[in-house]
Nanobody, 115 residues
Framework: QVQLMESGGGLVQAGGSLRLSCAAS???????????LDWYRQAPGKQRELVSS???????NYADSVKGRFTISRDNAKNTVYLQMNSLKPEDTGVYYC??????WGQGTQVAVSS
């Protein structure tokens, strides 16, 4: 059974930084390395949106709203994907979810940015 566990969320002031982690279990490292990994977020009252993706080859994509501030990375040896978030803004507040491959989701981690 594949499970994803996010961590690293919390409350931070605007301009601060957080680093989110998402560790996958129940999956081999060989399979994990072939998955595209995504970070989504859902703000209160809004739909879930894609924040960033990283492919098996390491290619990355970012939502326009986070370009230049967020960095996604992966460590295949640890079955883990990261999201480094700098220069945080109040509008970055929400629950952040990781997604792996065909549709494995974590339970989410809360990020709150105060102004």
């Amino acid at each position: 059974q594949v499970q994803l566990m996010e961590s690293g969320g919390g409350l931070v002031q605007a301009g601060g930084s957080l680093r989110l982690s998402c560790a996958a279990s129940g999956i081999s490292a060989i399979t994990f390395r072939f998955y595209t990994l995504d970070w989504y977020r859902q703000a209160p009252g809004k739909q879930r949106e894609l924040v960033s993706s990283i492919t098996s080859s390491g290619s990355t994509n970012y939502a326009d709203s986070v370009k230049g501030r967020f960095t996604i990375s992966r460590d295949n040896a640890k079955n883990t994907v990261y999201l480094q978030m700098n220069s945080l803004k109040p509008e970055d507040t929400g629950v952040y979810y990781c997604k792996a491959g065909p549709g494995y989701w974590g339970q989410g981690t809360q990020v709150a940015v105060s102004s």
